[in-house]
Antibody
Framework: QVLLVQSGAEVKKPGASVRVSCKSS????????VHWVRQAPGQGLEWMGI????????NSAQKFQGRVSLTTDTSTNTAYLELSSLTSEDTAVYYC????????????WGQGTLVIVSS | DIQMTQSPSSLSASVGDRITITCQAS??????LNWYQQKPGQAPKLLIY???NLETGVSSRFSGSASGTNFVFTISSLQPEDIATYYC?????????FGQGTKLEIK
């Protein structure tokens, strides 16, 4: 079955960077896009960006540009989100999700990774 | 960015009730509108894609419809397991955006 398994919770200090991984299985990794969505405590969902594992093309929301990096490792079927210059406002659960190419509906999600930014 | 205005923000209803949630897009999104259900501590679950298509394996008591920039999500007969927060999401234009969510409670 399709699975997206994310790395564990992180606690980071302001100004640091965090890398979250999302390991996919049960499907052809390069045939689907990977999106990143985050959710601050008690808040709604916020789309961060998209990566095409077939070629590595990316696009991210303007508010994150300059401090977000989306990458994939096709040898391990893993997608990565790296977010730098963290502030307390980046405290959130970060999700990866899969979509078919060109059709950005998210039928499969990772379990979420809690990132806490605190001094 | 396309703004998705979702209402109501919360809703209390009885088991068996028909409930509707609406989402209005700030621009035409060509029906590229999805609906998700999220229960506490869980990842969202896709229910409806492209405004009116039921995701495989999802109960037929969930449905969606569209009229221009207005979208409606309906639960035909509310069940206790439907208690959750529901979100709409557009993917016509980057950045993809979500509605603010509707928290559904049982009376």
């Amino acid at each position: 079955q399709v699975l997206l398994v994310q790395s564990g919770a992180e606690v980071k200090k302001p100004g640091a960077s965090v890398r979250v991984s999302c390991k996919s299985s049960g499907y052809s990794f390069t045939s689907y896009y990977v999106h990143w969505v985050r959710q601050a405590p008690g808040q709604g969902l916020e789309w961060m960006g998209i990566i095409n594992p077939n070629g590595g093309g990316t696009n991210s929301a303007q508010k994150f540009q300059g401090r977000v990096s989306l990458t994939t490792d096709t040898s391990t079927n893993t997608a990565y989100l790296e977010l730098s210059s963290l502030t307390s406002e980046d405290t959130a659960v970060y999700y990866c999700a899969r979509s078919p190419p060109g059709r950005s509906y998210f039928g499969y999600w990772g379990q979420g990774t809690l990132v806490i930014v605190s001094s | 960015d396309i703004q998705m205005t979702q209402s109501p923000s919360s809703l209390s209803a009885s088991v068996g009730d028909r409930i509707t949630i609406t989402c209005q897009a700030s621009h035409d999104i060509n029906d590229y509108l999805n609906w998700y259900q999220q229960k506490p501590g869980q990842a969202p679950k896709l229910l409806i894609y492209d405004a009116s298509n039921l995701e495989t394996g999802v109960s037929s008591r969930f449905s969606g419809s569209a009229s221009g920039t207005n979208f409606v999500f309906t639960i035909s007969s509310l069940q206790p397991e439907d208690i959750a927060t529901y979100y709409c999401q557009q993917y016509d234009s980057l950045p993809f955006t979500f509605g603010q969510g509707t928290k559904l409670e049982i009376k």
